[in-house]
T-cell receptor, first 112, second 110 residues
Framework: GAGVSQSPSNKVTEKGKDVELRCDPI?????LYWYRQSLGQGLEFLIY????????KSGLPSDRFSAERTGGSVSTLTIQRTQQEDSAVYLC??????????FGPGTRLLVL | SQQGEEDPQALSIQEGENATMNCSYK?????LQWYRQNSGRGLVHLIL?????REKHSGRLRVTLDTSKKSSSLLITASRAADTASYFC??????????FGAGTTVTVRA
């Protein structure tokens, strides 16, 4: 079946602009995650959605970052007033509890 | 903060040789997972080993887990050029939030 999809695949924006990144998880997966990967580094946890529970936002680096998940499916990660240090690959993953994650291809964000 | 730490950071081997990389972590876990990331491509889940398991196999992959030492190893046997990638371990603690290490970059020379 279809895997996790993300859009856009690449985004170039100017410092100070807002961006929205979208994630379509695998149908039926109750858990959805956003991670960030900077060049040459490991993955940094951002936010976690599990079913109808309140999301775990403990990884969001600042209040410029927010995310929502509508109807338990599609998720949007919003970065307001982007900064150059926000440049990274933003990865979305979904899973069934206790199983391995399925990652999307990521959105490469470049803030000029 | 990163929980898993892979060792070595980089590994270069000849095609056909075995590649071994290790992962250490700090807190108790539900399971440990290994992922592969090819250059410019997404993360692919390789194998998941639960905290009550000690060894698991999948094709040419062999994973061990020692919860007393809080460590895991990934062995790739009979390596191929296509195995060239970065390999990450990720730990799943009680809150089901994966924590990734910085990865081991494996280069398989033809």
């Amino acid at each position: 079946g279809a895997g996790v999809s993300q859009s856009p695949s690449n985004k170039v924006t100017e410092k100070g602009k807002d961006v929205e990144l979208r994630c379509d998880p695998i149908s039926g997966h109750t858990a959805l995650y956003w991670y960030r990967q900077s060049l040459g580094q490991g993955l940094e946890f951002l936010i976690y959605f599990q079913g109808n529970s309140a999301p775990d936002k403990s990884g969001l680096p600042s209040d410029r970052f927010s995310a929502e998940r509508t109807g338990g499916s599609v998720s949007t990660l919003t970065i307001q007033r982007t900064q150059q240090e926000d440049s990274a690959v933003y990865l979305c993953a979904s899973s069934l509890e206790g199983r391995g994650f399925s990652f999307g291809p990521g959105t490469r964000l470049l803030v000029l | 903060s990163q929980q898993g730490e892979e060792d070595p950071q980089a590994l270069s081997i000849q095609e056909g040789e075995n590649a071994t990389m290790n992962c250490s972590y700090k807190t108790s876990i539900n399971n440990l997972q290994w992922y592969r990331q090819n250059s410019g491509r997404g993360l692919v889940h390789l194998i998941l080993i639960r905290s009550n398991e000690r060894e698991k196999h999948s094709g040419r992959l062999r994973v061990t887990l020692d919860t007393s030492k809080k460590s895991s190893s990934l062995l790739i046997t009979a390596s191929r050029a296509a195995d060239t990638a970065s390999y990450f371990c990720a730990t799943d603690a009680n809150d089901y939030k994966l924590s990734f290490g910085a990865g081991t970059t494996v280069t398989v020379r033809a």
